[in-house]
């Protein structure tokens, strides 16, 4: 059974940092390319930040330079820092966890993780 918890969520003071988390079980984690998305109220889920399964990060341009993606093989975790919010960052956050394999993609979601930016 594949699980992908988040953590880390809350309410953030404009200005502020937040660390997500998120745990993976039921995969074999060091293969898949693992993602975040979010999705804000009346808006399409979007692509905040991956890293590959070699390590290659990818940013959205609304989040790049004051983001970092960063992912521990040895403990099936993934993780998003993100300094200087902004209310524009108020979405709930999600974990993604990708792979294609011989033309079969296998690809899992978590539940989310709220974040709101308010002061």
């Known amino acids: 059974q594949v699980q992908l918890v988040e953590s880390g969520g809350g309410l953030v003071q404009p200005g502020g940092s937040l660390r997500l988390s998120c745990a993976a079980s039921?995969?074999?984690?060091?293969?898949?390319?693992m993602g975040w998305y979010r999705q804000a109220p009346g808006k399409q889920r979007e692509l905040v930040a991956t890293?590959?399964?070699?390590?290659?990060?990818t940013y959205a341009d609304s989040v790049k330079g004051r983001s970092t993606i960063s992912r521990d093989n040895a403990k099936n975790m993934v993780y998003l820092q993100m300094n200087f919010l902004n209310a524009e960052d108020t979405a709930v956050y999600y974990c993604?966890?990708?792979?294609?394999?011989?033309?079969?993609?296998?690809?899992?979601w978590g539940q989310g993780t709220q974040v709101t930016i308010s002061s």
């Open positions: 993604n966890a990708d792979l294609t394999v011989l033309g079969l993609r296998s690809n899992y």
């Open positions: 039921g995969i074999r984690f060091s293969s898949y390319d």
């Open positions: 890293i590959t399964s070699g390590g290659t990060t």
